[in-house]
């Protein structure tokens, strides 16, 4: 396992981008803290990303840019001191920063790359894919390559649900500067393979989830990334609220 321990910003990035390897993925298992960041790093996994979803429940705040930039924002921070491999942040769509404000800060936490999502977060509508376009290319401008844009497309979640315009905006996020696309798929393994195809060797990330292709027949479809989103957080919040249950009933949770 890589690690950045005094590594500078162009240096982390650098690490984090060269994990995007299609038919290799950089398998990421999105936490929420800074225990869960050490408790990913020592199982040897050689990234750590947040999940905003559960950021945010742990921050008090639910998801959806309802949780305050600062706080975000300092959350990614102490991940980032607590671990020496890169970190990347889900920071939804910016929280209403402008983009150089936003690749500033996001610098300053420490952090080597980002998530950006091309819909609303407080309405669920699809943001205009040139809008959307313009904001990442901002980023990029600002950040330089310090820091890797994984660009979220979610056509299938809230647009016309066609490879088409799937394809049309991650390309067109591609060209603005992202260096990963992550169209969020809901476990169909031909969709998958088609988009992969499609993007030629452009890293994709690919959501896991219930129903989602293993990990290998991920990667034997030629992703380059798989994130967990907000799925293991909630898994192990309810055991959580198991254990309690049984300290609630008299018994021993151990």
């Given amino acids: 396992m890589t690690t950045i321990d005094g590594a500078g910003p162009i240096e982390r990035a650098g690490v984090l981008r060269g994990l995007h390897v299609p038919g290799t993925p950089l398998?990421?298992?999105?936490?929420?803290?800074?225990?869960?960041a050490r408790a990913v790093q020592e199982a040897g996994f050689p990234a750590?990303?947040?999940?905003?979803?559960?950021v945010c429940q742990v921050l008090g705040y639910e998801d959806g840019e309802r949780v305050p930039a600062e706080e975000m924002l300092a959350a990614v921070a102490r991940i980032a001191r607590a671990v020496d491999v890169p970190v990347t942040a889900d920071v939804e769509r910016g929280y209403g920063l402008k983009p150089a404000e936003l690749a500033e800060r996001l610098l300053a936490a420490g952090a080597?790359?980002?998530?950006?999502?091309?819909?609303?977060?407080?309405?669920?509508?699809?943001?205009?894919?040139?809008?959307?376009?313009?904001f990442l290319a901002g980023v990029r401008a600002a950040a330089g390559p310090a820091l890797v844009i994984n660009a979220r497309v979610d056509t299938y979640l809230h647009g016309d649900r066609t490879r088409a315009d799937a394809l049309a905006r991650a390309r067109r996020y591609l060209e603005a500067g992202a260096d990963c696309v992550?169209?969020?798929?809901?476990?169909?393994?031909?969709?998958?393979?088609?988009?992969?195809?499609?993007?030629?060797?452009?890293?994709?990330n690919v959501l896991f989830r219930p129903g989602a292709p293993s990990l290998r027949r991920l990667a034997e479809l030629g992703v380059a990334r798989v994130s967990f989103g907000g799925g293991l957080h909630?898994?192990?919040?309810?055991?959580a609220a198991a254990l309690l249950a049984r300290v609630k009933a008299g018994e021993s949770p151990f």
Avoid: K, M
């Fill in 234 to 239: 909630r898994l192990v919040y309810a055991h």
């Fill in 27 to 36: 398998v990421l298992p999105n936490i929420w803290d800074a225990a869960s």
């Fill in 182 to 204: 992550y169209p969020i798929v809901l476990g169909e393994e031909d969709e998958i393979g088609a988009l992969v195809s499609e993007l030629a060797g452009r890293p994709v």
């Fill in 112 to 134: 080597a790359g980002c998530n950006l999502e091309d819909s609303d977060p407080r309405t669920g509508e699809l943001v205009d894919p040139g809008e959307q376009a313009e």
């Fill in 48 to 54: 750590v990303a947040t999940g905003s979803a559960a």
